[in-house]
Nanobody, 115 residues
Framework: QVQLVESGGGLVQAGGSLRLTCTFS????????IGWYRQAPGKQRELVAN???????NYADSVKGRFTISRDNAKNIVYLQMNSLRPEDAAVYSC?????????WGQGTQVTVSS
């Protein structure tokens, strides 16, 4: 069973930075993709960034150049470095692991950006 736990959310001023951590267990991430998603109140959940087992990354246009997704294979962690945060980045951020047989979500972590 794949489990994901997010951490690193919090309150930050506009222009500041946060690093989110997704710690996963139950898989070695040799296949599939891990993605960071976010959902703000009253809005649909959207993909922020993902990273495939082969290392390929993908970003939403709204975060390109500001956010970076990376992974530490030895620690089973996927990071989301968020720089130049904007009020519109505020949301609950969740990580997801998807493969042919898995579709697992973490509980989410709240990111609040004050203007």
């Amino acid at each position: 069973q794949v489990q994901l736990v997010e951490s690193g959310g919090g309150l930050v001023q506009a222009g500041g930075s946060l690093r989110l951590t997704c710690t996963f267990s139950g898989t070695h991430f040799s296949v599939g993709v891990i993605g960071w998603y976010r959902q703000a109140p009253g809005k649909q959940r959207e993909l922020v960034a993902n990273i495939r087992s082969g290392g390929e990354t993908n970003y939403a246009d709204s975060v390109k150049g500001r956010f970076t997704i990376s992974r530490d294979n030895a620690k089973n962690i996927v990071y989301l470095q968020m720089n130049s945060l904007r009020p519109e980045d505020a949301a609950v951020y969740s990580c997801n692991y998807r493969s042919f047989i898995h579709d697992s979500w973490g509980q989410g972590t709240q990111v609040t950006v004050s203007s």
